[in-house]
């Protein structure tokens, strides 16, 4: 059993390159979320989507989009890469929210430089 | 706005015991708990519900006194595996099930 897939594990980009981290989750959960993790920052939410076909935003949605393309797979792109987005990115999925039984499952994160 | 977490940092001994505290502006629906290793994920130790209600883990407690908007977290006869940095999260807002997270407190445990 799997869990939540991030890929890649380290990325490298230069200002103004694009790319798309991948998340997929095989627990079957409706939620998804996007974090960034910053040095003194803790975890910031850039993206949550409820369930396939909707997407919302967090605190820090700027300079990215997302896409829910299924139930399993939440992608995170970035359109134009800049310096303030080297940060370490983790997807994570939840499980039965509003039920006292929700809890967060966490991909081992993407560690991202922008040069 | 993120939840504002206490300490910042703390150091113990092992066996020594540690209160993490976690207040938000906003009323809260529920509380959560995770611990993160260094180079690691962040993984979930508890949620407690509104209603004062008190969880036990191994010898990792918590509770949320939902009047005062504040949980806290008990780590007692602190162990070295114990160390790693703790974050609490919260509901951005009631009902939105976007969850955000304080800054979280480095706990160092030592030997």
């Known amino acids: 059993n799997a869990g939540v897939t991030q890929t890649p594990k380290f990325q490298v980009l230069k200002t103004g390159q694009s790319m798309t981290l991948q998340c997929a989750q095989d627990m079957n959960h409706n939620s998804m979320y996007w974090y960034r993790q910053d040095p003194g920052m803790g975890l910031r939410l850039i993206y949550y989507s409820a369930s396939e076909g909707t997407t919302d935003k967090g605190e820090v949605p700027n300079g990215y989009n997302v896409s829910r393309l299924n139930k399993r797979e939440f992608s995170l792109r970035l359109e134009s890469a800049a310096p303030s987005q080297t940060s370490v990115y983790f997807c994570a999925s939840s499980s039965e929210i509003r039920t006292g039984n929700e809890k967060l499952f966490f991909g081992s994160g993407t560690q991202l430089s922008v040069l | 706005q993120q939840p504002v977490q206490s300490p910042q940092a703390v150091i113990l001994r092992e066996g020594e015991d540690a209160v993490i505290n976690c207040s938000s502006s906003?009323?809260?629906?529920?509380v959560h708990w995770y611990r993160q290793k260094h180079g690691e994920a962040p993984v979930f130790l508890m949620i407690?519900?509104?209603?004062?209600e008190q969880k036990g883990h191994e010898k990792i407690s918590a509770s949320f006194n939902e009047k005062k908007q504040q949980s806290s977290l008990y780590l007692t006869a602190s162990q070295l595996s114990y160390s790693g940095t703790y974050f609490c999260g919260t509901e951005k807002s009631s009902g939105t099930y976007k969850y955000i997270f304080g800054t979280g407190t480095r706990l160092k445990v030592l030997a």
């Open positions: 906003k009323a809260l629906y529920s």
């Open positions: 407690l519900l509104k209603g004062g």
